[in-house]
């Protein structure tokens, strides 16, 4: 089964993942993706092109963000539980000010 | 005396805030100014040339995060107070982190 390349959450600093998170339709997808369900992207009900969706997920993913599992001819997306072990609290404030 | 535009703090989006966190220069002189106190850019030690220094202060500025006022020739820079109480425990969250 194809699986994708997820970073290893200590090689992700800060500053990749505020950069992440420092876009509207980033912070769309994570507050979507915050109820802990895995998600395909058209679920998400994003409004922006497919392909554009795909790159913001690619961000989020080598940010450790969000993992991507690949099924078939579908991708599921979720948040990362261990980027709240890397970054302590980070996610929820974010959520939290949103 | 000269005086720069600073942002309302109500017009500061959260994606703005992160988007300006989300560099190592800027991290760099938020951490720096952290201390609030002002400081001259120069004092910062931070190792990038002075229009790139500026420009960075200047993102910084309009994102509400730095206070910057004119003395003469000289700038002196501070963390906004403000910035705080629009999203309460971002920065101290950021700067725990760093």
Known sequence: MRR???PN????????ALSAL????RL??????SDGQE???????????????????TTLRNA?????????????HSLRPEFDQRFPGLLTKVLELL
Chains 1, 2 share one sequence.
């Open 39 to 57: 998600h395909q992207g058209s679920e998400l009900d994003v409004k922006v092109a497919q392909s554009t969706l795909s790159h913001h997920f």
């Open 64 to 76: 450790g963000v969000v993992f991507i599992r690949p099924e078939g001819t579908r991708c599921w």
């Open 4 to 6: 994708l390349n997820h």
């Open 22 to 25: 420092g876009d509207p339709i």
């Open 9 to 16: 959450l200590d090689e992700v600093t800060l500053v990749k």
């Open 28 to 33: 769309e997808i994570v507050r979507k993706l």
